[in-house]
């Protein structure tokens, strides 16, 4: 499973890329605002910013909710960087902009994916990617990771091309159940990055591992 940081902080996005473990970034005018990032411009300084950090496939939302807004800001996102992912919404008008992006051959991340439909309608249009939002369904007492799960099951089954990236992860375990289901990309929170790498057993095994060095070296 690949890796995307799923942030819009700069600070995040460079220590996680110094791990060398991140394959891409999300972000959504959420995690945009949560920065102080607002308005088209400061939006795209931002992105900029990120593509020159991150080698990989960088998720921009567009905030408009009509078709031909969305189409309008998908094709001037698809200039800001050299690997744009626009992120386009689950919604009728969001289909329209899926499928008239992707026929001029914009990759498009569909987002707020919540039903396997969804994701079967996306497919279809032409979304490079589909977004099941994973700890949303479980707050509401839904089976996130089965959504993933069935996703993939019928992409397999019907030889679907189209990408499953488990979103919305809200923990380590989200993130390896996404994996075992077999998503193709796992979204984290640069929390979650740093909750995967850490064992108890590896602090305490190292800490051994140096007193006795030390002892041995007659420290
Ligand atoms: C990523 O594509 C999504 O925008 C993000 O994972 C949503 O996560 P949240 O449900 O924690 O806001």
Redesign the pocket.
Known sequence: VKLFL?TANIEEIRRGAELGVISGV?T?P??AAKEGIGGSAGYRAAVQEIADIIDGPI?V?VVSTDADGMIAEGRDIAEWIPNPWV?IPSTEEGFKAISALARDGIKI?Q?LVFSVNQALLGANAGSTVV?P?V??LDDIGHDGIGLVGNIVDVYREQAIETMV?A????GPRHCQLAAEIGADIS?V?YGVLMQMMKHPLTDAGLSQFLQDWQKASGG
């Open positions: 799923d999300t959504n959420s995690l998720s939302e992120k991340n987002t977004s939002f700890g949303r990236m979103a919305s992860i809200r979204t929170p």
